[in-house]
C-alpha cells in the first residue's frame, strides 16, 4: 500500500473510537516506512529494503507495551496506526519480517535503483490490490478535509464573535472612562 490507503483507512477506522488522537494515528499509520524505508537504504544499500524493524511484531509490541505502562492516547495511537499499516501491507504473507528475530534475519532483497523503485510502487496501481484501497483512502482523505474545512470554518465564526464582542466591550469601556 502507498501513502493515501494507509492514512485515509486508519483515519476512517479512528473515526469510530473516541479515545483516538488523529494526528498520531495518521503518523502512526506511515511510521513503519518513515522508519524502515531509509533506514533500509542506509544499511543495505537499496530503497528495495523497506520493510524491517518497524515492519515486525516486535516494533509493534514495543508500542503497545509503552502504551500499556503510560496509558498515553497519543502513544494508543500511535501504536494503533502501525497495526493498521502491518495489516494494510499484509505482513502476514512476510513471516520472516513480521516475526523477526524470532524466524532469523531478514530476508535479502535485490538491488533497485531509486527511479526503478519509483517505477515500481506506481506500478503497483494496475494491481486492484493496491489501487482500490488507495482510492478509497484518497476518497475518505478528501471526505475528511472537507469535513475539517467545515468544522474550522465553524470555529472561525465563534471566534470572530467572540473577538468583536471583546472589541466592543473594550471600545465600551474606553469610551466610558
Same mark, same amino acid.
Given at each position: 500500500? @502507498? !501513502? +493515501?490507503?494507509?492514512?485515509?483507512? %486508519? #483515519?476512517?477506522?479512528?473515526?469510530?473510537?473516541?479515545?483516538?488522537?488523529? &494526528?498520531? *494515528?495518521?503518523?502512526?499509520?506511515?511510521?513503519?516506512?518513515?522508519?524502515?524505508?531509509?533506514?533500509?537504504?542506509?544499511?543495505?544499500?537499496?530503497?528495495?529494503?523497506?520493510?524491517?524493524?518497524?515492519?515486525? @511484531? !516486535? +516494533?509493534?509490541?514495543?508500542?503497545? %507495551? #509503552?502504551?500499556?505502562?503510560?496509558?498515553?492516547?497519543?502513544?494508543?495511537? &500511535?501504536? *494503533?496506526?502501525?497495526?493498521?499499516?502491518?495489516?494494510?501491507?499484509?505482513?502476514?504473507?512476510?513471516?520472516?519480517?513480521?516475526?523477526?528475530?524470532?524466524?532469523?534475519?531478514?530476508?535479502?532483497?535485490?538491488?533497485?535503483?531509486?527511479?526503478?523503485?519509483?517505477?515500481? #510502487?506506481?506500478?503497483?496501481?494496475?494491481?486492484?490490490?493496491?489501487?482500490?484501497?488507495?482510492?478509497?483512502?484518497?476518497?475518505?482523505?478528501?471526505?475528511?478535509?472537507?469535513?475539517?474545512?467545515?468544522?474550522?470554518?465553524?470555529?472561525?465564526?465563534?471566534?470572530?464573535?467572540?473577538?468583536?464582542?471583546?472589541?466592543?466591550?473594550?471600545?465600551?469601556?474606553?469610551?466610558?472612562?
Amino acid at each position: 500500500m @502507498l !501513502l +493515501f490507503a494507509h492514512t485515509g483507512i %486508519a #483515519l476512517a477506522a479512528g473515526r469510530f473510537s473516541k479515545n483516538v488522537d488523529l &494526528l498520531f *494515528l495518521a503518523i502512526g499509520s506511515m511510521l513503519p516506512d518513515l522508519i524502515d524505508k531509509p533506514l533500509g537504504w542506509m544499511i543495505y544499500g537499496t530503497p528495495n529494503m523497506g520493510r524491517i524493524f518497524a515492519h515486525t @511484531l !516486535l +516494533f509493534l509490541l514495543i508500542l503497545a %507495551a #509503552l502504551t500499556s505502562y503510560s496509558g498515553n492516547v497519543r502513544i494508543f495511537s &500511535l501504536a *494503533l496506526g502501525v497495526f493498521i499499516h502491518l495489516i494494510l501491507d499484509f505482513m502476514w504473507f512476510s513471516p520472516v519480517i513480521l516475526f523477526w528475530p524470532m524466524l532469523g534475519a531478514f530476508p535479502p532483497a535485490q538491488y533497485v535503483d531509486p527511479l526503478s523503485y519509483m517505477e515500481m #510502487l506506481l506500478g503497483a496501481l494496475r494491481t486492484p490490490l493496491v489501487l482500490i484501497p488507495e482510492c478509497l483512502g484518497l476518497a475518505y482523505l478528501i471526505y475528511f478535509a472537507m469535513e475539517r474545512k467545515s468544522n474550522a470554518m465553524e470555529y472561525y465564526r465563534r471566534f470572530e464573535t467572540f473577538f468583536h464582542k471583546q472589541c466592543h466591550r473594550i471600545k465600551a469601556f474606553v469610551e466610558d472612562s
